[in-house]
C-alpha cells in the first residue's frame, strides 16, 4: 500500500472520528441541558420537601394540642358523670323522704284533725301523744333506711 492511501484511510478515519466526536459533542450538550434541567427540578423539589417538612411539623403540634384538648374532655366528662351520678342519688333521697316521711306525717296530721268530734282536752292529749309517736317512728325509719345506703354506698 502506498503512503497515499495508507493518508487516504487515515483521513477517512479522522473524518469518521471527527463525525463521532461531533455527534458526542451534539449527545453531551443535550445531556448538560438535561442535567441542568434535572438540577432546577430537584431545587423545586427540596423547596416542596422542605414546606411539606414544615406542615407535617405544624400538623403534629396541632395533633399534640387536639390529643390534650381531647384528653380534657374525657376528664370534664367524668366529673360530669359523678356530679350527675351523685345528683341522682340525692334526687332519689329526697323523693324518699317526701313519699316516705314528710306525705306520711301530712297525712297523720290531716287524720288527726277528723278527730275533733272528740272532747277537745282527751282527743289532743291522746293525739298528740299519737301524732309525735308517729313522726317519731318515721323519722327513725327515714333515719335507718339513710344509713343502710350509706352502708351499701361505703361498702
Same mark, same amino acid.
Given at each position: /500500500?502506498?503512503?497515499?492511501? %495508507?493518508?487516504? =484511510?487515515?483521513?477517512?478515519?479522522?473524518?469518521?472520528?471527527?463525525?463521532?466526536?461531533?455527534?458526542?459533542?451534539?449527545?453531551?450538550?443535550?445531556?448538560?441541558?438535561?442535567?441542568?434541567?434535572?438540577?432546577?427540578?430537584?431545587?423545586?423539589?427540596?423547596?416542596?420537601?422542605?414546606?411539606?417538612?414544615?406542615?407535617?411539623?405544624?400538623?403534629?403540634?396541632? /395533633?399534640?394540642?387536639?390529643?390534650?384538648?381531647?384528653?380534657?374532655?374525657?376528664?370534664?366528662?367524668?366529673?360530669?358523670?359523678?356530679?350527675?351520678?351523685?345528683?341522682?342519688?340525692? %334526687?332519689?333521697?329526697?323523693?324518699?323522704?317526701?313519699?316516705?316521711?314528710?306525705?306520711?306525717?301530712?297525712?297523720? %296530721?290531716?287524720?288527726?284533725?277528723?278527730?275533733?268530734?272528740?272532747?277537745?282536752?282527751?282527743?289532743? /292529749?291522746?293525739?298528740? =301523744?299519737?301524732? /309525735?309517736?308517729?313522726?317519731?317512728?318515721?323519722?327513725?325509719?327515714?333515719?335507718?333506711?339513710?344509713?343502710?345506703?350509706?352502708?351499701?354506698?361505703?361498702?
Amino acid at each position: /500500500m502506498s503512503d497515499n492511501e %495508507i493518508l487516504q =484511510q487515515i483521513l477517512a478515519v479522522t473524518q469518521s472520528l471527527k463525525a463521532d466526536v461531533s455527534s458526542l459533542k451534539t449527545d453531551v450538550g443535550s445531556l448538560k441541558a438535561d442535567v441542568s434541567s434535572l438540577k432546577t427540578d430537584v431545587g423545586t423539589l427540596k423547596t416542596d420537601v422542605s414546606s411539606l417538612k414544615t406542615d407535617v411539623e405544624s400538623l403534629k403540634t396541632d /395533633m399534640k394540642t387536639v390529643k390534650s384538648d381531647v384528653q380534657d374532655l374525657k376528664s370534664d366528662v367524668r366529673t360530669l358523670k359523678t356530679d350527675m351520678q351523685d345528683t341522682k342519688h340525692r %334526687i332519689t333521697s329526697l323523693e324518699l323522704t317526701l313519699e316516705n316521711e314528710t306525705n306520711r306525717n301530712i297525712r297523720l %296530721i290531716a287524720e288527726g284533725q277528723l278527730d275533733l268530734g272528740r272532747k277537745l282536752d282527751q282527743a289532743l /292529749m291522746v293525739e298528740n =301523744q299519737k301524732e /309525735m309517736l308517729l313522726i317519731r317512728v318515721n323519722t327513725l325509719e327515714n333515719e335507718m333506711r339513710k344509713l343502710k345506703e350509706q352502708m351499701v354506698t361505703t361498702s
